[in-house]
Each structure stands twice: as C-alpha cells, then as structure tokens.
C-alpha cells in the first residue's frame, strides 16, 4: 500500500523486462503479482511527474495483467471504454518509456489512440462506446473468417448510458465471441447515480450466491451468460474466470468488482479527488495562488439564481464537479438532478421540465453537447421551449486533446432557428448572460472555456444584456475592426492596439449585432475576427455570412481554430499555434 507519489523513479526490475505483451505471457501467474506491484508503483511516479488520468489505471493494474496475460493482443481486440483507466494498457505494451511524454505536446495520448499503437484497437476519450465498438470488431472477424477474441472493458458508470444498452440489445442477437466486462467500482468520474446503480451497489450486498444469481438476472434476460462478481483485484479468481468467459462461444458477461485507487491509501480514500492529478511540482517551487475559473463562477451564479427562483432546477450528465454543481446540490438536494452519462436524456428530461413551467439549467460540456444534438434541435428548439444550456469547457481544451475540445458548438447550434447564442470574454460578462439567458423566454446557450480569464472577481448582480448587441470598446483609425467573440479578448486587444484598429467586443454569435456591423462598414474596409472555435460555421462565418447578402466590398480575415484535429498540448500553446498567428 502506498501512502505518496513517489518522486524518484522506483526499482521495477520484472516490470522492466516486459516490453510487450508477449514477455508478459512468458512468466508464471505466481509472478503476476509481484508485476501489479511493481507496475502500481511506476505508474504512480510517472502520473506524478506528469499529471494526468490517475485512480481508474490504479483500479485495473490486475485486469489489464490478466487480460494480456490470457489475450493474443494485438490480434485479439481490447477495448476500453472512455479510456481514463489505459495507463497500465500502456506501460505493458511498449510505451513504459514513453510514460512521461503522456499529455504533453508530441508525446503519448491520454487516451487510447489507433494511430500511436497496434494495440489501441479502438480510440476513445467519451463515455459508453466500448460495446459497441468491440460488437462490430467481432462481428466483422467472423465475416472475414478470423478466429479472435474481443473484450470490451466498462465501468458502472458508462453502464449507465443509453447507447451500451443498446449495444447489449443488439449483441444478444448474435453469436459474436464477445466478452464484457463489467468494471464496478461504484464510480465514473463522480459517484454513480441512477438506478443501475442503485441496484448493483443492493447486490453487492447480499451473500454471494444470493447475488450472483440476481444481479445475472439482468444481463441474462439480454442473452448474455453471466459469471461474478469476481474480486478484480485477486489473479486466483480473476485468471479461471477470465480463461472460463474467453473459451466460451457467443456473448459472454463478466462482473468484476474493483476498488478506483486500489494501492494508493489517498485515492481510496478520496476517489473523486484522485480521478486525475496535476504534475507534482518541486518543494522549492513557488505556489501558485488558486483562482475561481469559469465553471466556479456558473456554480456562483446557479446557486445565487435559485435562492430567487423556486422554479430553477440544475442538471448535470454526471458533471457534478466538473461543472460545479456541488455547492447548488448540496443547498437545493431537491431541485438537482443528476442524470448520470446520458446527455441525449438530460435534454428531453429539461425540455419535459420546461413544459410544465420549470426553469431548467443544463450544465453541459461543449464536447458531451455533441452528443444529445437531435434532442435540442427536436425536443428543446423547435418546442421553444425555455432553457438555458450552460456550455462549459468550449474551445480547446490543452492536455485532453481532440476528444474534449469544444470546437463545434457554434456551428452545430448556430442553424437552429431561435436558439440566441452568447460567447463571454470574462467572468463578468458570463454572470451576465447567464443572467440575460435565463431571462429570455427560448432556448438559450452561453459558452464558456475551461479555466480563469482575465475578470476573477466578477460583480454578482441580476443585471441582463440587450439580445444581440455587442459593445464597441475602442474606436480605431486604421479601417480595420477586430470583432472579438469570446474569452480570447484579451489577445484581441493587443491585435487593436497595434494596427490602432477598431475593436469590438461582439457578446452574441446568434442573434449577430448586424445593425453595428452596418455602421462598421460604411467607415471601415476590412474586419478581423477572433473566436475560440472551428473557422468552419462559427462566428465568423456568420460574420462572412451576413457581409455577403450586402454590398460592402471590404475584405473579412477569420481566426479561429484551423480545418484539423488540434494534438494535445498546453492551452497556451493550442492557442498560439492554432489561432492567434495574426
């Protein structure tokens, strides 16, 4: 049991002699131990010197052993399900040395990713895709005539999405050597809610022959033979099961129980607070001072907003502290739902509340927004139905890479006919329009990047904005005006005070201020734009938009993020490479 990270690389003399898989499968099941110990102990000290994803790999250090240990990978197919709990998958299969490049730019993914190895079968970063995927990878080995195992590895808390059930629907209709494997720790990245939930945690409760046979009852009923719950953390029980599931034709279902942080005394104890880690800085370091970033303040002014309104409720997909939701769900347990990882559900459950004259406020990220984009457009927009989406962690988002950027919210959401869209350069103007969004009687969304900008002390009021109008901040003589969409503001008005340009700060992407756009362009002959979003439909394309049904002859330039999947890296550096190379 370990009680620090350690700061100097640990001794790991077996661990060092497995390269690949395939050394793995050269030593004796005595000897699996001894590696999990030793394989805690690096991946302690690399995700210490590099941050990142950190109690999930801790809970899977046995299954990952045990799966390549039994699996002919790469030609036997693993696939984990969003991809938090990879970093022993990692280490074992030719990229221990690698290990303290993971998150940084030019170095490994955070999440399994095809292109960076043979043995990713399958890139992930978002929830609940496992079943899926690893269905479609048995189902076509058996069309092209190959004879392979798949695995699917799922937590309880990706369990709990609407597309792995319906994966597990279809699956019981074939016979695919499939096998799932059921991760339960009682946690995704929060808590898990939800019934499933609920009725795993009952299960685990009763004596062991009590609750195999209910808690198979389940996954039976979907024509999958059931074996656990198994101990996860115990190769005498989990090798014969995993042997007994692999040997077996046709769907095969697996529940393993597992402890998130298992060999680390601080993230069993705290395994929210351990989800993932900041790289560990030197003693002598000076500490930086923490600042409220934008998500702490929507929490603010969620929590100030329904102490006036008994008719807000708050809804998260399972985001309750990424969002921060915790200080609303603490004060108004009843008005807060958390509907677990299903996004598509959080929309419609919000537009049903709205129907009967509740206020719903969705806490959503831009990149989880992707994922319920019929139901605004179906169930919220074309109703006008009244709710307000409150889009964190929009534009790039630095170390977690492509999956989780946010890159895409405008161009999706900007087409849906009256849905009014609000993009904050600071805290102060995100209270704002938090404010002018609940008040707008429609669908409304204010997007807002992950961090702290440049306003950490924002003045709480009930104060709203005029729908559709920017604020023209400084009155230039180039003939150039910088139309500035979002937090990146700042960077704008170093652009505006070195041409001497006319800047604006543009507050709404939809309804677009056209009326100022028209007195701009009677005095100006080129405009710029800036936004934390692809160039492709965002704000400037609404921008190009709107000059091309007129008759101005003046010339618009577009920053934004380029046509092209933007690598992990710093924030800071996603921005200069990316946008702001004006």
């Known amino acids: 049991m370990f009680t620090n990270i350690p700061t100097a690389r640990p001794v790991t003399p077996l661990l060092d002699s497995i390269n690949f898989p395939a050394d793995l499968r050269r030593l ?95 890139g992930t970063g978002h929830s609940s895709t496992s079943i ?68 795993l945690a009952k299960n685990l409760k009763l004596t062991k022959g009590n609750r195999s046979k209910i808690t198979a009852a389940l996954f039976e009923a979907l024509a999958f033979e059931y074996q ?100 609303f769900s603490q004060t108004f347990p009843e008005r807060y739902f958390d509907v677990a990882i299903a996004e598509q559900h959080a929309l419609t459950f919000a537009a049903g509340l709205a129907c009967t004259g509740i206020k719903p406020v969705v806490a959503i990220y831009s990149t989880f927004l992707q994922r319920a984009y019929d139901q605004l457009v179906h169930d919220i927009a074309i109703q006008s139905l009244d709710v307000l989406l409150a889009v964190d962690r929009a534009g790039l988002v630095g170390e977690d890479g492509a999956t989780h950027s946010g890159s895409f919210d405008i161009a999706a959401m900007r087409c849906i006919p009256g849905l009014v869209i609000m993009t904050p350069a600071d805290e102060q103007e995100q209270w704002l329009m938090l404010n002018t969004g609940y008040a707008y009687k429609g669908p409304a969304a204010v997007r807002y990047p992950r961090g702290s900008g440049s306003c950490p002390e924002p003045i709480c009021n009930d104060e709203t904005l005029p729908i559709g109008k920017a604020r023209l901040l400084v009155s230039g003589t180039s003939g150039t005006a910088v139309l500035s969409f979002g937090p990146l503001l700042p960077e704008a008005k170093e652009l505006a005070k070195k041409g001497q340009h006319t800047l604006v700060d543009m507050r709404f992407v939809k309804p677009l201020d056209t009326e100022l756009l028209s007195i701009l362009m009677k005095t100006h002959q080129s405009f710029i734009s800036i936004e934390d979003h692809a160039i492709q ?40 490479e990316n946008i702001l190379t004006f």
Request: glycine share 10%.
């Open 28 to 122: 004796s099941d005595t000897q699996l131990s001894e590696v999990a110990e030793q394989l805690r102990a690096f991946l302690l000290y690399s995700v210490g010197q590099t941050g990142g994803h950190f109690g999930a790999g801790l809970g899977v250090v046995e299954l990952t052993i045990a799966l390549h240990y039994l699996l002919d990978t790469p030609n036997d197919h693993m696939i984990w399900d969003v991809g938090h709990q990879c970093y022993p998958h990692k280490i074992l299969t030719g990229r221990r040395e690698q290990m303290l490049t993971i998150r940084h730019k030019d170095g490994l993914a955070p999440f399994p990713r095809r292109e960076e190895s043979s043995y990713d079968d399958f």
């Open 132 to 199: 899926s995927a690893a269905l479609g990878m048995a189902v076509a080995d058996q069309l092209n005539g190959i004879q392979s195992k798949t695995v699917a590895v799922i937590g309880d808390g990706a369990l709990t999405a609407g597309m792995a059930f319906e994966a597990l629907n279809h699956a019981s209709h074939t016979n695919a050597n499939l096998l799932v494997i059921l991760n339960d720790n009682d946690m995704s990245i929060s808590r898990n809610e939800g019934g499933l939930a609920t009725y």
């Open 228 to 327: 656990g719950p198994i101990d996860g953390h115990d190769f005498e029980a989990l090798l014969p099961a995993l042997k007994d599931a692999l040997n077996k034709p046709g769907p095969q279902f697996l529940h393993i129980t597992t402890l998130k942080g298992k060999g680390f005394l601080p993230a069993e104890a705290d395994p929210v607070g351990y989800h993932a880690i900041t790289k560990l800085e030197p003693i002598t370091a000076p500490q930086k001072p923490k600042q409220a970033t934008f998500a702490n303040h929507f929490g603010r002014w969620l929590l100030h907003k329904a102490q006036q309104d008994k008719k807000l409720v708050g809804i998260t997909p399972a985001m309750r502290e990424g969002s921060d939701l915790i200080a």
């Open 537 to 576: 439909g965002g704000a400037g394309s609404a921008v190009a938009e709107f000059i091309a049904q007129s008759a101005w002859q003046g010339s618009l330039k577009i920053l934004g993020i380029p046509d092209e999947w933007v690598e992990h890296a710093t924030r800071e550096f996603q921005y200069s």
